[in-house]
């Protein structure tokens, strides 16, 4: 296994488990521009309108009140608050039209065995939705997003998804693409997955040793 903070991965080949969890923004599905697009639209008329697409970025896969009391530090919680509802109400409504399922992972997800479930940052409900509207809900046993209880790093979303599918630790691989998806794996004691080709920075998820790395969700099928 690489050594963090050098830039290298030994590209191990994934066995095969039998629970698999996926993050959905940056693994999924590019959510990018639909996830900044709506933030621009908040911060429009705001002292913090000039935060570009770039900064923005860096926050998707953290929990929304991360981004807003970084930029508004003086903001009351209750300022926090009418922010993050009103996220709540414009994402929605731009229907996901900038949001694409990336390269492989329905073929991925359509070939590859074991049980499926979803550990996002998302709530459930829009989980679903997005699921769905992008014809991959068939291909998962269940839907997990983050509900009522504090968000990756911590492992709440992973334990929740573990035990709606019954599942032991031992038998799952997290995939995902952010330092915060590799901290949340190591700490529920599952495998982890990095691809490369999500949000994340590879170097700070190399603090974590993934166990495996993916450039394409179609190598978990071998």
Known sequence: MSTPGRGLVNR?????????????????????????????????????????????????????????????????????????????????????????????????????????????TKGTRTTRMILEKFGLLPYFDHVQGTDGFPAKPNPDVIYAALTALAAKPEDCLFVGDSAADMEAARRAGVRSCAVTYGYGLREEMLLWQPDFWVSDLRELAG
Do not use: M, N
């Not at 993050?23 to 990018?32: K, R, Y």
């Open 12 to 120: 191990l080949p994934v066995p095969a488990f039998s629970v698999y969890l996926f993050d959905v923004d940056g693994t999924l599905v590019d959510s990018a521009h639909d996830i900044c697009g709506t933030i621009q639209t908040v911060l429009a008329g705001t002292d913090g309108a000039d935060r570009t697409y770039e900064f923005l970025r860096g926050y998707i896969g953290r929990p929304l009140i991360d981004l807003f009391q970084d930029v508004f530090p003086r903001h009351t919680p209750e300022k926090i608050e009418q922010l993050i509802e009103e996220y709540r109400r414009v994402y929605p409504a731009r229907d996901h039209s900038s949001t694409l399922v990336f390269p492989g992972v329905l073929e991925a997800l359509q070939s590859l065995g074991g049980r499926k479930a979803t550990a996002t």
